[in-house]
């Protein structure tokens, strides 16, 4: 019986992870397959567990702080995060949360600091942002949420003005806003206050230039898709799984 990993989420066909593994699996002749779990509601995932051939799912929107709920047990780190996106099947069919998007995140980010990095604005609270977030406080970055519906401790669009885009040199934009096929949407910032000091870092990979990278570039600013973070939480996945 042949190994299965697998991603789970909800509208998924657009999936990275599925063509990222099944190359993987084909150049490294490795007996396994990875299927998409496609799941309309969380709950299904009681059905899904039955399938005793799986080894190791990873967990992508809307799922990735509902799934927590179904667990048996959460790494630490997963657990300060509050949001799960690898899952860990142990000898006793137990289910183990992991997070390897801080870690994907973290390693694609480094590259492009440099010392005047500071500050940071994360577009967008979903369970991606939380990664995000304890990312940047492993690095020594502050940083503050910027939302449609903030909270007392977070910034709402309408709060951006000229003084905050110039205090907050890295921006991170973990909305969908730009995914194919709505690549013309962006987060709604004020762009005309960034500059060649600014890193723009975007979460999405499809398109592999957003509408959002292409608006920091004109201003001269620092960009950088999703698709690197993505490679390194993939291969941290499969370390977890077969640890």
Known sequence: M?????LLGR??????????????????????EYLNFDLKEITEFKNLIKNSAIKGLNVTIPYKEEIISYLDDLDPIA???GAVNVIK?????????????????TESLKPLLNKNIKKALILGTGGASKAIAYALQQLNISFIFVSRNPDFNELSYNDLDEDIIHDYKLIINCTPLGTHPNIESYPD?????VNENHIFYDLIYNPEETSFMKKGKTQGAIVSNGQQMLILQAEKAWEIWNS
Request: aromatic residues 24%; hydrophobic residues 25%; neutral net charge.
């Open 189 to 193: 910032i004020p762009y005309e206050y």
């Open 2 to 6: 042949k190994a299965t990993y697998g």
């Open 89 to 105: 099947f142990d000898t006793n069919q137990k289910l183990i949360g992991y997070n390897s998007d801080y870690f994907g995140f």
């Open 11 to 32: 509208n998924i066909s657009y999936s990275f992870s599925r063509s990222y593994f099944s190359e993987k699996f084909i150049q490294e002749r490795l007996t396994c």
């Open 79 to 81: 657990k300060e995060i």
